[in-house]
């Protein structure tokens, strides 16, 4: 268990982290159990309208005077410095704090984070919902006033204490997930990761990308450059500090950039795209040649982990061959509504061949079997898939999720998904998906070909639209 915690609250002007700003923020750091030892509070001058008053209170006047980001960043790192940053939904605390920190300059230094209300989904405690409030009456911390980040904060502090105490008695483990350090230089060359893959030359116009291509990225990203680097590592590219004239393709959002990468580019003709391309273009990367294989005549197969592979949104994870793959999705149970989980297998245009290729709880079995819905409980879904027997024309199934009755995903929380072969009892693969607000419908996965194997894809794409509407994008008949 970290020796060191730092819980964050934040207060913002609205939901996007790329777009809107903190306006007032706290941290406190507590001991190994939770003990608080230290408390630092601020608000902020976001620079930007401060959004929904009516739900933090903190007007234009209030906000008046207060320091901007820049100028408190120093002491908030190192109140975060060597310490698992704490918060509930911690993926939004975390994404606006990044966002904060990357303005101003400053490195952020958090390298793992927990998420309580992914922890408590673990310990299902007796509650109608997994809210703040909900549990710190639950575990009985006092929680004098909801979004203010201090009184938020320290019903946190309560809650985390309650909540690793009952972890430790029951032994359930903390669901700890490692950060990608902010960096001060964003532009910075990152530490090259090898790559298993042969080079096919340059990126044909249009792609598609193949594995062992040669990628550079140069200039401002809109998603961290850590992030595009580990997506293209995770789906076999070769993710390069510098440009050539073996480059396959060079990513910049910039294209008439004066960069050394971008005029290098340019010089030998190096194609060059925007990341926008880039991430459309990793949704589809074609097998390459191993090198194993090309300089051998032989594979040297891979060892399976012995533990599940935490997998981020966009991450990519081949699957073994197995008899079955079952796709488990859990979530807390909730009193307000429910969710459903349905699948769609679907051709090379995202779209089903039939209606009977749309999985739910009306149809729980696809017309051929090879695609198969149950439900274990109102909060544990799964779906089977017999991906040997799957038709050639199905090139990937995407698993998703719908609210049945009033409510949102936002207040389901943190959905976790998980991929289990039917040779083993526990997942190789998992992921979190708890960045979901004011959607009705999302789509949590998808299992796609690659070769001759399948690889699977957390994607936790939300919509404002309800199951039909999300059926008819697929292309079933739905009537009205």
């Known amino acids: 268990m970290p020796a060191n915690w730092a819980l964050v609250d934040v207060e ?41 008053v009516h739900i933090h ?27 698992v940053m704490v918060a509930h939904n911690a993926q939004f605390d975390y ?34 919902d997994l809210r703040l409030g909900t549990l710190a009456a639950h575990y009985g911390v006092p929680h004098a006033r909801a979004h203010d980040a201090l009184e938020d904060t320290r019903a946190l502090a309560g809650i985390l204490r309650a909540s690793l105490a009952e972890a430790r008695r029951r032994g359930v483990e903390l669901p700890l997930v490692d950060c990608t350090p902010q960096r001060r230089d964003p532009h910075r060359a990152l530490p090259k990761t090898p790559c298993a893959y042969r080079s096919p030359g340059p990126l044909p116009a249009g792609g598609p990308l193949v594995q062992g291509m040669k990628i550079a990225i140069t200039g401002d990203t809109r998603l961290a450059r850590e992030e595009l680097v580990a997506r293209g590592v995770a789906a076999g590219l070769n993710m390069m500090t510098s440009v050539s004239r073996h480059t396959s393709a060079l990513v910049a959002n910039d294209p008439g950039s004066g960069s050394g990468k971008a005029r290098r580019a340019r010089a030998e003709g190096v194609p060059i795209i925007d990341e926008e391309t880039f991430r459309k273009l990793l949704e589809d990367v074609r097998p390459g040649v191993p090198l194993d294989r090309a300089d051998t005549g032989r594979t040297v197969p891979r060892p399976r982990p012995a533990h599940p592979r935490t997998l981020p949104r966009g991450a990519v994870f081949d699957l073994p061959e197995a008899p079955w793959w079952t796709i488990a999705v859990s979530w807390e149970q ?66 998703a999720a719908a609210i049945d009755g009033p409510g949102t995903f936002g207040d389901l929380g943190a959905i976790e998904v998980a991929a289990v072969p039917s040779t083993r009892s526990v997942p190789l693969a998992r992921a979190t998906l708890d960045t979901a607000t004011t959607e009705r419908t999302l789509l949590l996965a998808e299992v796609y070909r690659r070769g001759d194997g399948w690889r699977l894809r957390p994607v936790g794409q939300g919509h404002g639209h309800d199951l039909p509407e999300l059926a008819r994008s697929f292309g079933v008949d739905v009537e009205d």
């Open 95 to 128: 994404s606006f704090l990044a966002g904060e920190f990357a303005r101003a300059g400053v490195p952020m230094p958090v390298e793992r984070r927990l998420c309580t209300l992914a922890l408590n989904r673990r310990l299902a405690p007796p509650t109608p």
């Open 334 to 399: 909730q009193a307000r509504g429910a969710a459903d989980v349905v699948a769609f297998a679907l051709d090379e245009d995202g779209r089903v061949a039939a209606d009977g290729d749309f999985v739910f709880y009306g149809a729980p079995e696809s017309t051929d079997g090879t695609v198969r819905l149950s439900t274990d409980g109102p909060a544990e879904q799964s779906v089977a898939l017999d991906l040997a027997a799957l038709p050639p024309a199905v090139r990937r199934v995407a698993v």
């Open 57 to 83: 209170g903190l007007t234009r006047e209030r906000l008046r005077g207060a320091p901007t980001f820049d100028r408190v960043a120093a002491r908030v790192a190192d109140l975060l410095a060597g310490r």
């Open 12 to 52: 913002t002007s609205g939901l996007s982290a790329s777009r809107d700003r903190v306006l007032s923020l706290a941290v406190v750091t507590a001991g190994a159990d939770g003990t608080p030892l230290s408390e630092y509070t601020t608000l902020l001058d976001p620079g930007v309208d401060p959004g929904p």
